[in-house]
Antibody
Framework: QVQLQQRGAGRLKPSETLSLTCAVY????????WSWIRQTPGKGLEWIGE???????RYNPSLESRVTISVDASRSQFSLRLSFVTAADMAVYYC?????????????WGQGTMVTVSS | EVVLTQSPGTLSLSPGDSVTLSCRSS???????FAWYQQKPGQAPRLLIY???SRATGVPDRFSGSGSGTDFTLTISRLEPEDFAVYYC?????????FGQGTKVEIK
């Protein structure tokens, strides 16, 4: 049974860096893209970016200047860093898995982390 | 960026009803690069349908998907109480991957 378990700080101040980690249990780490997705009431679901198991990344252009996604394949986990957060970054953040190759959706998701930004 | 527009925003239905949800894309896609998800309050989205009509593991056959080009649909036959939720479409044919804004299926 594949499980994605998220951890990380959920309360930040403006200009701080958001840092979340997603640990993968019960499945292979290679052969997948590992994504971060966030959800707000206003903008809905927004894909942030992805990494493969060797650190090849792709980011949403809307966030690319502030985002870093990294992987630690030895621990089967991947991380998100989003710098200089503002109130606009308040959202529920999810990690998710996507099989490498064409026509593959997000088949497993983490439990979500609510992130608030307040001074 | 590809914009996905779902309609309607909210549907009020009764258990046993059948429903078809719509998702229109700003760009034409093969249905192979398209998926539907279900989300209940406090939970992560759950994959329902991907590709032409492939159901994810454990998804009942009352859920089906179809479409091509810019218009895609999710049909739920005979709504069960657990089907009342928000449904999202998603494309993974052109990065950045994008989602529709969701259709809420609520109990009348």
């Amino acid at each position: 049974q594949v499980q994605l378990q998220q951890r990380g700080a959920g309360r930040l101040k403006p200009s701080e860096t958001l840092s979340l980690t997603c640990a993968v249990y019960g499945g292979s780490f290679s052969g997948y893209y590992w994504s971060w997705i966030r959800q707000t009431p206003g903008k809905g679901l927004e894909w942030i970016g992805e990494s493969n198991h060797v650190g090849g990344t792709r980011y949403n252009p809307s966030l690319e200047s502030r985002v870093t996604i990294s992987v630690d394949a030895s621990r089967s986990q991947f991380s998100l860093r989003l710098s200089f957060v503002t109130a606009a970054d308040m959202a529920v953040y999810y990690c998710a898995r996507q099989l490498v190759g064409a026509n593959n959706p997000f088949d497993y998701w983490g439990q979500g982390t609510m992130v608030t930004v307040s001074s | 960026e590809v914009v996905l527009t779902q309609s309607p925003g909210t549907l009020s239905l009764s258990p046993g009803d059948s429903v078809t949800l719509s998702c229109r894309s700003s760009q034409s896609f093969s249905v192979n690069y398209f998926a539907w998800y279900q989300q209940k309050p406090g939970q992560a989205p759950r994959l329902l349908i991907y590709g032409a009509s492939s159901r994810a593991t454990g998804v009942p056959d009352r859920f089906s998907g179809s479409g091509s080009g810019t218009d895609f649909t999710l049909t739920i036959s005979r709504l069960e109480p657990e089907d009342f939720a928000v449904y999202y479409c998603q494309q993974f044919g052109s990065a950045p991957w994008t989602f529709g804004q969701g259709t809420k299926v609520e109990i009348k």
